[in-house]
């Protein structure tokens, strides 16, 4: 490996070792980067790659709510401003357990170059707590979002940090940010968050947009290799939104989802998720705040199997939809002696590094990388910030034909970086490198700082 690229790597696990996914995460967008930095060796002269890996500002707040039975309770928030080269930071909250600076910091980095991709004009940025919202009430989680924003307010803004949803934050939570920021500022402020509800200057399509653009993307690929979405069973992981999405688009496309997982196991329903009431019943379940896919079994009598994840079942097209790290050696082994043809990542990392190399090196299979395959979703974010600073709304056939170009230009970009760089059909490559490139430019433009 280039002797700058490996003493930043080694940097990395030197200052961030007691943060796994961080380094996990560095480690694999640089693999790509070899040629890249060869090529331009004002890169290193300005030690471009070290500033690129430290968030230009990260920091904890304490986050103080009270139960329904009185009791009070404190967590820990986060938001990490990773790179505002190209605009606003831009990116989620993570509202999980396990948060730590680890996942902020890899979530960020990731999102960095996966907004870069998207080609708008959006920074990377992301937050969080280490709060759980598993069985709380609607009151509980107003209170805690009320309690997050009142320390959060503000170091955000729209030309500042534009925080969205991301696990365990979706519509309800954004809601409750949004209505604390209002309040707070006195001030609308060109909507501040995205991922509004529509009442509240949200955007057609947002809801649905990354399970959306997870699919538009594998379009791509498919016609490339001469085939077509429509007859191919997808295994996916999770039920949250994202894979709602998938599961929306997927049936109107005439593919059926045949696997949905939760933290309780897996379901198999070879007629797939694809119909209006199913996918609906998605949504039920996430409302329930049960966080169980078993309730999918019960309610449409298909198998559940406790404690297991999907990746043994056979499908044309396998999709990690639900975190980080789900799909290891074990189950790369598994996925490749099922014959699969196409891996679309679509959680954040859902891969680790060694079992990611495997499946590259599989014959005959296709890896698309999550940084590209979920960008639909920030893409989406950037367009809601557009319609509220435009102080218009847009047809949900407008947001969508622009989330379907966005898709298809993220793949062209990823293609054309690989063979620029003489690296053939690899769009794991192209994608961290077409990320990069931009954010490199960028930060050159502006100066050594
Ligand atoms: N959390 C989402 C992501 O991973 C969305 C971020 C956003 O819309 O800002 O990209």
Partial sequence: MNAYLASVIEHVKKVHGNEPEFVQTVEEVF?????????????????????????ERMFTFR???????????????????FNGALGPYKGGLRFQPNVYPGIIKFLGFEQVFKNSLTGLPIGGGKGGADFDPTGKSDAEIMRFCQAFMQALYRYIGPDIDVPAGDMGVGGREIGYLFGEYRRLKGAWENGVLTGKG???????????????????YPENVLKHEGEDIQGKTIACAGFGNVTWGICKKAMQLGAKVITLSGPDGYIYDPDGVATAEKVDYLLTMRASGRNKVKDY??????????????????????MPSAMQNDVHMEQAKQIAANGVKYYIEV???PTTNDALKFLMEQPGMIVA???????????TSALEMAQNSERLVWTAEEVDAQLHKIMNTIYQMSVDAAEEYGLGYDLVAGANIAGFKRVAEAMMEQGVF
């Avoid at 004002?42 to 690129?52: A, H, I």
């Avoid at 395959?373 to 920030?378: D, E, L, Q, W």
């Fill in 198 to 216: 529509f009442a509240s200057g949200g955007s057609l399509v947002r809801p649905e947009a990354t399970g959306y653009g997870a699919v538009y």
């Fill in 369 to 379: 990388p999550s940084k590209a395959v979920n960008a639909g979703g920030v893409a």
């Fill in 297 to 318: 079994a019960d309610k449409f009598g298909v198998a559940f199997y406790p404690g297991e994840k999907p990746w043994g079942v056979k499908a044309d097209v396998v």
């Fill in 63 to 81: 986050v103080v709510w009270m139960a329904d039975d009185g009791t009070w309770h404190t967590n820990i928030g986060y938001r990490c401003q």
């Fill in 347 to 349: 959680a954040n990392m």
């Fill in 31 to 55: 693999s790509s980067l070899e040629p890249v930095i060869e090529k331009h060796p004002e890169y290193e002269k300005v030690d471009l790659l070290t500033r690129m890996v430290e968030p």
